[in-house]
């Protein structure tokens, strides 16, 4: 025990009532858990640090909330913290924040066999890193609840976190001011779910083997900056409803459709890899953009347009386009005619995807020849009128081929 005035460190061990020692803490003390297993449903009311000490279980016998937070300056680090009750309409959690529970800290802490992992609701200024956090990997997708939960907060951080097998793994709402940094999703739903957050950032995390990666919709003013999307079965960045924001440096391959831009204004999109997916960008909606300095490379349709006019890309700097079949004359690495990314034979094999096994054949290749000839047989198309010769991410190769498993 410390001298009077100064916190104390209270040392629990197996055989303890954990409950009992927190409850009987005085704010600002340290609770030190030794390595065991602990069987309760624990409420931390006052401010505290619980820290496990060579990460000791704390499972709550599949009922409720195993850890229930509902003070600020809580900090809980080095625990297991697993066995929740599965009541979607409670939201039970291995770890739920209740209002008011500004600057929560959840460090260095397993989060395994919870419906929810983290539960965090009108808790402003939390800390949430270097977490690894699982599900209930049985329930089918719509039981399970998500990774890491915000809703209605404000200044969050959740760094450095492992997320998998849950329904989403991080879902956000109504939560702005975010920073989301070097996180690894995989195996969910969506790697991310966004929703009416703004002012956020979402730098150098991994969505991978998910059905979507990261979707933002109906949101603004975000950084989305040299993050990695692939093989997620079917998108791997989803910008929905969006303005005001900067999409750049991000890898997308492999997927599904590379992005799925739509209803997206005032917003740009510069130096991203978009390598190897089914589609590369699906388009529609969508107009007053800057897209420029991107690598569309060896997708199986480059762009999937549509929309009733053109679309024009690249007009200060260009894109590069691995199909594109132009010419560059004077040697200034920027093709002599504009690249043009959908044409008539392109609409009729969406339509009608049997016509692929004829895209070799004499009668494809005139088709294509007389819609160029005949401006009235010309559909819109996303046109580039600055189209590069070269990729500028030399390495871009490494992305090829991580399809989610079975495509």
């Known amino acids: 025990m ?25 704010p600002g003390d340290v609770v030190e858990v030794a390595r065991g297993k602990y069987l309760v449903n624990l409420l931390i009311d006052k401010p505290l640090t619980l820290r496990g000490i060579d990460r000791p279980t704390i499972s709550g016998g599949n009922t409720g909330d195993t850890i229930r937070v509902t003070a600020p ?15 979607l309409k409670n939201q039970n959690s291995g770890i739920y924040l209740y209002p008011g529970s500004h600057r929560a800290i959840v460090r260095n802490c397993y989060l395994s066999y919870n419906l929810f ?19 209930k990997r049985e329930y089918n997708s719509p039981l399970r609840g998500n990774g890491v939960q915000l809703y209605n907060t404000k200044g969050a951080k959740i760094l450095n976190n492992r997320i998998s097998y849950v329904r989403d793994a991080l879902y956000v709402d109504v939560s702005h001011h975010a920073i989301f940094k070097g996180n690894k999703l995989h195996n969910s739903r969506y790697g991310t779910h966004y929703m009416n957050s703004y002012y956020n950032v979402w730098e150098d ?16 003013n975000q950084e989305v900056r040299n993050n990695r999307a692939w093989g997620n079965s079917d998108h791997g960045i989803m910008l929905r409803t969006l303005q005001d924001s900067v999409i750049e440096g991000n ?54 347009f549509v929309g009733s006019r053109d679309q024009i890309w690249g ?13 560059d004359r004077d040697g200034n690495e920027i093709g002599d005619v504009p690249y043009e990314a959908n044409d008539m034979v392109d609409r009729l094999t969406w339509r009608h995807p049997s016509v692929k096994l004829l895209m070799a054949s004499p009668a494809v290749q005139a088709l294509r020849l007389v819609s160029q000839q005949f401006p009235i047989l010309r559909v819109p198309s996303v046109v580039d009128p600055l189209p590069r010769m070269r990729p500028q991410y030399e390495e871009w190769s490494k992305w090829r081929g991580k399809h989610f498993p079975g495509q």
């Open 2 to 26: 410390c001298s009077v005035g100064q916190a104390a460190t209270i040392s629990v061990h197996p055989g303890d009532d954990l409950a009992a020692a927190v409850a009987a803490a005085a």
């Open 73 to 87: 300056d809580v900090v809980l680090e080095g625990l297991i913290v697993s066995d929740s009750g599965d009541s």
């Open 117 to 135: 992992g983290l539960w965090i609701e009108k808790a402003n200024d939390v800390l949430i890193e270097n977490n690894n956090i699982t599900g």
């Open 205 to 220: 995390n991994d969505t991978y083997y998910n059905r979507g990666g990261l979707a933002l919709m109906e949101v603004r």
């Open 251 to 304: 890898v997308v391959a492999g997927n599904n459709r590379g992005f799925f831009i739509y209803d997206v204004e005032y917003t740009k999109i510069t130096n991203n890899i978009v390598v190897d997916n089914f589609v590369g960008v699906h388009l529609a909606g969508s107009a007053r953009n800057e897209i420029e300095g991107n690598d569309f490379i060896s997708n199986r349709e480059q762009v999937r």
């Open 315 to 327: 007009e200060r700097s260009g894109n590069h386009w691995s199909n594109y079949i132009g010419w």
